[in-house]
Structure formats: structure tokens, C-alpha cells
């Protein structure tokens, strides 16, 4: 079913910056990790968008490659930015 040239969804795309709403909706988050590794720092996104947090992820890479970055969906790690090492 199509309106004004455009296909109908029954569903659209949904933000929050409530990590415990995004899991309970399923949402794909990209969350910025403390330098060792072992703690979330900050939510970037958190949304039903997967394309949208690619796009978030990887601008933020791009922008700073030394920052810890992961697109996860509740505990399933989609993609994952880890720094190399300093030589």
C-alpha cells in the first residue's frame, strides 16, 4: 500500500535516550565505552533506526578514532570500534 508515492509502515522510527526503554523496545544503541573497556560511558543513540546508528557510528570513528564505540542490541554487539594501539 503506498500513500502520496511514499510505502506505508505500520511502524516508524523511534528514539530515546532511556537506555532501559531502548532495551526493552529492542532498540540499537552506539555507546561510548571507557578508555580500559569495562563500562559504558555514554549513550549516543539509541533507536529502532540500524541504518541511522551506522551513520552515528561511523562518523564518530571518523571524527575520533581513538574512542571506544559499539552498536549493540541489548547484549548482541552488531559492530565494534576498539583504538589500536600507540606505538
Known sequence: MRTNGRPVTNWSDEETDDPTHADRRNFYKVEKWSRDGQRVVDMVFAGSNLDK???IFDRMTKHRPR????IRQRRR???Q???RASR
Open 53 to 55: 546508528a551506522r551513520r
Open 67 to 70: 574512542i571506544r564505540l559499539t
Open 77 to 79: 554487539v552488531l559492530q
Open 81 to 83: 570500534h576498539t583504538p
